[in-house]
């Protein structure tokens, strides 16, 4: 059973979605955070993925006091990530009760910094991100284009160990139009062992059946709930039948 992951992306501490990545192009979605992470849980979801935005285009962890009072207020299962740079950065993040660190431009830019974590904290703690704009990784928040393949850059850390790893298609995010199911069959047709979360463009249930079909082991949701295309009664409905 694919397991359905609810987003809460955060700029100045409020919940909000960005359109294929653009901060100019931001919806509020809630002015508080713990009360959309409960939302979730009540409706039997275990798991929250949370972007600090602001973190991600800074390069600095920024809202970890949101993380802490969701953490410290719910039984969720929470990723977190954006600006995550240095061993006190990742050290803070586990701190404030994140389950698993996720981790994306430090990965791109310092391959020996991401083993070090593997190493402390083992892959069951290590979600790799990896944002993609034809094919190709994009880092810094989406904000700086890459040369690197994600084909390649995932091997390369399935092979020292990473385990959990999910993949973004900038130009499906936030247009509600369907996700990369070619990209994400190919990525499982070579690494077929590797723990793959589908990330962007899902807008009805049929997307996340066609994602399961295709291996994925989780589905990021965020915009198809906030816009109540996916309503949450479905998502638990999907999942008391997993």
């Known amino acids: 059973m694919i397991e359905i992951i609810p987003a809460i992306d955060l700029i100045d501490g409020k919940c909000v979605r960005l359109t294929q990545g653009d901060f100019a192009q931001k919806k509020i979605y809630g002015e508080n955070p713990l009360e959309v992470a409960k939302m979730f849980e009540n409706a039997g979801l275990k798991r929250l993925h949370i972007v600090d935005l602001d973190g991600a285009k800074c390069g600095s962890v920024t809202n970890l006091k949101v993380l802490e009072t969701i953490a410290a207020n719910t039984n969720l299962t929470i990723d977190f990530g954006g600006g995550i740079k240095t061993d006190e950065d990742i050290k803070a993040v586990f701190d404030a009760g994140a389950g698993l660190a996720s981790i994306g431009s430090i990965a791109v830019k310092n391959a020996d910094k991401l083993f070090a974590w593997l190493d402390e904290y083992g892959s069951e703690k290590i979600l790799l991100g990896a944002d993609v704009k034809d094919k190709n990784l994009a880092i810094n928040g989406w904000q700086t284009a890459t040369k690197i393949e994600v084909l390649a850059f995932l091997k390369e850390y399935f092979a020292n160990g990473v385990k959990h790893a999910f993949v973004t298609d900038i130009s499906k995010d936030g247009l509600l139009k369907g996700a990369a199911n070619a990209l994400y069959a190919e990525i499982l047709r070579e690494i077929p062992d590797l723990n793959l979360i589908a990330s962007g463009g ?7 059946e066609t ?4 291996g994925c082991s989780g589905v990021i949701i965020g915009k198809a709930i906030y816009e109540g295309k996916i309503k949450l009664e479905e ?8």
Do not use: F, T, Y
């Open 211 to 214: 994602l399961e079909k295709i």
């Open 235 to 242: 998502l638990e409905k999907a999942n008391s039948q997993g």
């Open 202 to 208: 899902v807008s009805k249930l049929e997307d996340i």
